[in-house]
């Protein structure tokens, strides 16, 4: 099991640096999608009525669904094995419905795998197989009233 740790290790340690991971001022997450109300609360503090951003992963190395090296030079988080993805949604109107997780390779519209949450905390962990590459993960919020907010991230498969 240690050999295949450390092999494992050196992989990931060689594939970031032969490759174009190091991207400075990457931003990995996409814009809110659709019109964004804003507000300013009693204190002054601008904030928006309904929102959808994927809180984890973040930019790092995952090995069974435990961040074991933060790195935001790193455009992407890179995972190997399972991983549990968490959604924060909120909306000052109505309630939170569900949230809709889509897993899909960057080229392909089709996707690996779909789950939807209908409870807070907005999580979903997958531990399928997963052939290696880059990957989206599409969150979407929808309230009662059928309204939605999305985020992606692309995410590196290792397993």
């Given amino acids: 099991m240690k ?12 594939l970031l640096f032969m490759s174009n991971f190091f991207i400075i001022g990457y931003n990995n997450h996409c814009n809110i999608s659709g019109e964004n109300t804003k507000k300013l609360d009693k204190n002054g ?34 995972v190997l094995g399972d991983i549990t993805f968490n959604v924060d949604a909120w909306n000052t109107t109505s309630d939170i419905d569900r949230v809709e997780f889509s897993l899909k390779r960057l080229w392909n519209p089709i ?11 907005w999580e979903w962990t997958f531990n399928q197989w997963c052939r290696r590459g880059i990957v989206v993960l ?22």
């Fill in 138 to 159: 599409k969150a979407t919020a929808y309230t009662s009233e059928n309204m939605s907010k999305s985020d992606n991230i692309q995410i590196w498969m290792l397993s």
């Fill in 3 to 14: 050999k295949f740790v450390k092999n494992s290790m050196l992989f990931l340690v060689s």
């Fill in 45 to 78: 503090t601008l904030y928006q009525d309904f929102y959808c951003i994927i809180t984890r992963p973040i930019e790092g190395i995952y090995v069974n669904d435990q961040l074991i090296w933060t790195f935001y030079l790193i455009n992407r988080p890179v």
């Fill in 111 to 121: 996707p690996i795998a779909n789950c939807i949450d209908y409870d807070e905390p």
